[in-house]
């Protein structure tokens, strides 16, 4: 179950990734540490997810399949779905300012809550631990 909640622990190749996003360099370096911590709490197909970072609080409510609207810490909004691939979660958005497609997923591997980032040939991973 991904239920509970979840600190970010390391980043791979995640300063890359936002430069493919178009992130500069000041915002990359602070969001790098940011501190994200997510609580995830799923009944059925229904997510609440809380996000808490050194940029903002906020809560997002989704169920897997439905579209819905989700905008980054700088502004860029995004709209999409997660689905649930086998027990894996799986995220398809696209920009709204320029069309083009990220792709995200949740998976647990031994305890940890790995989440994957793809855009425009680049990837990315945010590693998380309970707590
Ligand atoms: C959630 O489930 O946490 C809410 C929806 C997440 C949508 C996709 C998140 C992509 C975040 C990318 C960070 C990019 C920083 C440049």
């Known amino acids: 179950t991904y239920n509970g909640s979840w600190k970010v622990d390391r980043n791979e190749n995640y300063e890359k990734f936002m430069e493919q996003m178009g992130i500069n360099m000041v915002k990359r370096k602070l969001a790098a540490h ?10 059925g197909d229904k997510f609440i997810v809380k996000e808490v970072s050194a940029f903002r609080t906020l809560d997002i409510e989704f169920t ?10 700088d502004g860029t909004e995004l709209s999409g779905s997660w689905v649930m691939e086998g027990d894996m ?8 300012d320029n069309g083009k497609v990220l792709i995200t997923t949740r998976k647990i591997v031994d305890g940890e809550l790995v989440q994957t980032y793809n855009y425009e040939g680049v990837d990315a991973k945010r590693i ?3 707590g």
């Not at 994200?36 to 009944?43: A, G, R, S, V």
């Not at 979660?89 to 709204?96: A, D």
Request: aromatic residues 12%; glycine residues 6%; hydrophobic residues 35%.
């Open 34 to 43: 940011d501190n994200l911590k997510i609580t995830l709490e799923q009944t």
């Open 64 to 73: 897997l399949g439905v579209n819905f609207e989700y905008s980054l810490a």
């Open 89 to 96: 979660l799986k995220g398809t958005f696209s920009r709204k």
């Open 128 to 130: 998380f631990k309970r």
